[in-house]
């Protein structure tokens, strides 16, 4: 297994209050990236990172915002939970290039009450 | 962004059958991959095409990359229980740094 751990695996949080998920990695991949998965919509990207410090917006991003300030971490931050960001979240990992693959996490489940 | 439809988004078939879903891109890929979700897990890559034309297997799971770029097939044969999941494609965009994946086909089969 590709060395990817999601924190937590599962969390419940009210709406208003702030959320982070994290992402860490031991295989020191360039790019990292958050998606959510709902019913209907496979995986969609929130947003990515190719280098530390180095972010950009996916086609869901309103809502969240990301830090990576070290190869192997890579944060998702819901600043103020809704309901609408009940999902689960999964992180990859990935090497720059055409040819290359992405490897998963196991996944979190957000729920927001 | 570049948008992956897949088709069926559900099968339900009996164990033995074969099984084929196909994914076309609204912009041409360079490289089409093929993943498989377990329940409760993350997506695993099954199959990588990296050549217009291409077709790949991995046991009973064959993939072809469609000569237009544009879209993808993958076909599984002789169907088990454990061919049970969700099965994506997916692709690097134009740029190679974003990574698309489709809606998923939702498959089950029967014992």
């Known amino acids: 297994d590709a060395g990817i751990t999601q924190s937590p695996r599962h969390k419940v949080t009210e709406t208003g209050t702030p959320v982070t998920l994290r992402c860490h990695q031991t295989?020191?991949?360039?790019?990292m990236y958050w998606y959510r998965q709902d019913p209907g919509h496979g995986l969609r990207l929130i947003h990515y990172?190719?280098?530390?410090?180095?972010?950009d917006k996916g086609e869901v991003s309103d809502g969240y915002s990301v830090s990576r300030s070290k190869t192997e971490d890579f944060l998702l931050t819901l600043e103020s939970a809704t309901s609408s960001q009940t999902s689960v979240y999964f992180c990859?990992?990935?090497?720059?290039?055409?040819?290359?693959?992405?490897?998963f996490g196991q996944g979190t489940r957000l729920t927001v009450v | 962004g570049q948008q992956l439809n897949q088709s069926p988004q559900s099968m339900f078939i009996q164990e033995g059958e074969d099984v084929s879903m196909n994914c076309t891109s609204s912009?041409?890929?360079?490289?089409w991959l093929w993943y498989k979700q377990d329940p409760g897990e993350g997506p695993v890559l099954l199959i990588a095409?990296?050549?217009?034309?291409e077709l790949t297997s991995n046991g009973r799971l064959t993939a072809q990359f469609g000569i237009t770029r544009k879209d993808s097939f993958l076909n599984i044969s002789a169907s088990i229980p454990s061919d049970v999941g969700i099965y994506f494609c997916?692709?690097?965009?134009?740029?190679?740094?974003?990574?698309?994946f489709g809606s998923g086909t939702k498959l089950n089969v029967k014992p």
């Open positions: 912009s041409i890929f360079n490289t």
């Open positions: 990859a990992i990935r090497n720059p290039g055409q040819n290359t693959e992405a490897f």
């Open positions: 295989e020191n991949h360039r790019y």
């Open positions: 997916a692709g690097p965009g134009y740029n190679f740094n974003k990574f698309y």
């Open positions: 095409l990296y050549k217009a034309g």
């Open positions: 990172s190719y280098g530390v410090k180095d972010t």
